[in-house]
């Protein structure tokens, strides 16, 4: 007799065997290693990219620890004037990609933008700002970029703990400083070490940024080699590299949360009382948090408005509406085919929680952690095996030769964005269908219902809130995906962020700046959703 459900976990292991595919590629080009490929690599750049590879994400790191725990720990504990306002305001950055916010940083305060421009004309023409092209110009941008995933964990991990915790250290002497020092951090430290390295990891995957400042990282230079030297070998062999980066830090990240429980699961009491700040002290709080949302996200956001007003008489309707009639058309359908297979995942795993089904959906998920080249690398090498062997067999059946079907489509790259973003979709629609009560699955098959059937008539309507969450975010982060768009597109199938790309590639930032502001406009949404759920969370 088949055992229930056994269809479905058929399919989740399915899911992630074919998910699995491009890391298994990238990581099988390191059992055959080309010789001449990694002399040639060693003599010219491995050591280079490899240091600023992981300067930038320890700058990354840390930075945004500082910024996104310190402006975490001042909102929650500290009362100062636009308190309430920078507390939701803080996350708005999220909306804009890094290679947006850079451009536009570069557009402001380059040699030749207006910031230093009329700093030369106030103090003289030796007056300058430190050079942007630079690893601290880079690590400023992402780190302004990616600070509210630190700050976003660290808020409610600082929210969870009651006020009798602090009290009690304050009790046995220690100050306030003390007390955040040995009692709070601590507690804390889960939360800070997975949004640390959600922010490490994307400054891994970025190509935009670094390529706009010039900065080279092995992201960057998988990119380079792939167009550049046209050698796809070289290509796999860096994007190996990239994934064990990205694998080293999966295992930094497990060591350093260790075996410790430190997050309250229920809070005691009343949560932590904010003490309110007066005179200086409370505008230098004030002045913090408006100094670094207004660089994060007002200023560059002002610039770009400015520019595509500008620019607006240059840009031509019917180029506008392809570039974004092109982006909305490979963001649905990743988004649609994501939401799909991520139910099949979480519906098996609820089914039959076996460690089989865990693990499959587990694996199928990592494609976040990994950076968009080294999955698009993965995906390009099977899709053209598989495209011959399919045009061969057409061509036997046929009688003539027959073109590539595959390769050079849009459907390696709707693949790439899914094997990327399946875990942003898989953990949005694992957590609704785990809200719904085991006991109505028992009500429905005491009626006669199967698996599918109980799927379609209880579970879905319950849970059409968290899948459409899922598509949105999925959809909006696609949308933003600059590495494997840029790897894997057809001949003329540019998108807002190619588009923003070839025109900040040639310093065109006005020109630039009407893809970014849809861009931008688009990311704002999954983030209204994260603040509304925030504002539920603290009231």
């Known amino acids: 007799m088949r055992r229930p459900g056994a269809v479905w976990t ?8 074919v998910l699995a595919v491009p890391s298994a ?16 690599l060693w003599r010219t750049q491995l050591l280079e990219v490899l240091g600023n590879t992981l300067a930038l994400v320890a700058g990354v790191g840390v930075g945004t620890l500082l910024v996104g725990g310190g402006l975490a720990w001042l909102v929650v504990t500290y009362r100062f004037p636009g308190a309430r306002v920078f507390e939701w305001a803080l996350i708005l950055p999220l909306a804009v990609p890094a290679y947006v916010i850079g451009f536009a940083f570069l557009g402001l305060f380059d040699f030749t933008g207006p910031v230093q421009t ?10 300058r700002l430190p050079a942007l092209h630079s690893w601290g110009g880079v690590v400023l941008v992402m780190t302004l970029v990616f600070y509210p995933y630190v700050y976003l964990l660290a808020r409610t991990a600082f929210r969870e703990q009651g006020a009798a915790t602090l009290e009690t250290a304050r009790s046995l002497g220690r100050s306030r400083l003390a007390a955040f020092r040995e009692v709070t951090l601590p507690m804390a430290r889960p939360s800070l070490v997975a949004g640390v390295s959600l922010a490490m990891m994307e400054a891994l ?7 706009t400042f010039g900065y080279r990282t092995l992201t960057e230079s998988v990119y380079r080699v792939w167009y550049g030297m046209f050698d796809r070998a070289a290509a796999a062999q860096l994007a190996s590299l990239l994934l064990l980066f990205a694998l080293g830090m999966l295992a930094l990240e497990r060591g350093l949360r260790g075996r410790a429980r430190f997050v309250q699961s229920q809070r005691r009491g009343a949560g932590i009382a904010p003490v309110r700040l007066r005179g200086g002290r409370a505008g230098a709080a004030s002045a913090a948090c408006a100094a670094v949302l207004g660089l994060a996200f007002a200023l560059p956001v002002a610039q770009l408005l400015a520019w595509a007003g500008g620019a607006l008489g240059g840009w031509r309707a019917p180029r506008f509406a392809a570039l974004l009639g092109h982006t909305l058309l490979l963001a649905g359908l990743a988004a649609t085919l994501a939401a799909l297979l991520a139910l099949v995942l979480a519906y098996a795993g609820r089914l039959h929680p076996s460690p089989g089904v865990r693990l499959a959906a587990r694996s199928a998920s990592m494609g976040y952690a990994l950076p968009g080249a080294v999955i698009a690398v993965g995906v390009l090498v099977p899709l053209a095996w598989l495209d011959h062997g399919l045009a061969g067999a057409l061509g036997w059946l046929a009688g003539h030769p027959v073109p590539l079907l595959l390769t050079g489509s849009a459907a390696g790259l709707v693949f790439a964005y899914v094997a990327r973003f399946l ?3 898989f953990q949005t629609v694992e957590a609704s269908l785990g809200k719904i009560p085991p006991s109505l699955d028992d009500a429905a098959r005491s009626l006669g219902a199967g698996a599918g059937g109980t799927l379609g008539r209880v579970h879905l309507p319950l849970m059409r809130g968290g899948l459409l969450t899922a598509l949105l975010l999925v959809f909006v982060e696609t949308m933003k995906e600059l590495p494997a768009t840029l790897l894997l597109r057809p001949l003329g199938l540019d998108t807002l962020a190619i588009e923003v790309w070839e025109r ?9 700046a009407a893809p970014a502001l849809a861009i931008v406009a688009a990311g704002l949404a999954p983030v209204v959703v994260a603040i509304r759920l925030s504002g539920r969370r603290a009231s």
């Open 423 to 425: 875990s942003v979709s």
């Open 25 to 40: 590629v990238v990581l099988a080009s390191l059992a055959r290693p080309a010789r001449e490929v990694w002399v040639h």
């Open 118 to 127: 009329a700093l030369r004309a106030a103090l003289g023409a030796g007056a």
């Open 504 to 512: 900040t590639s040639e310093a065109m930032w006005a020109d630039a």
């Open 10 to 17: 058929a399919a989740a292991l399915a899911v992630a065997s």
């Open 205 to 211: 995957a970025d190509i935009g940024t670094v390529a």
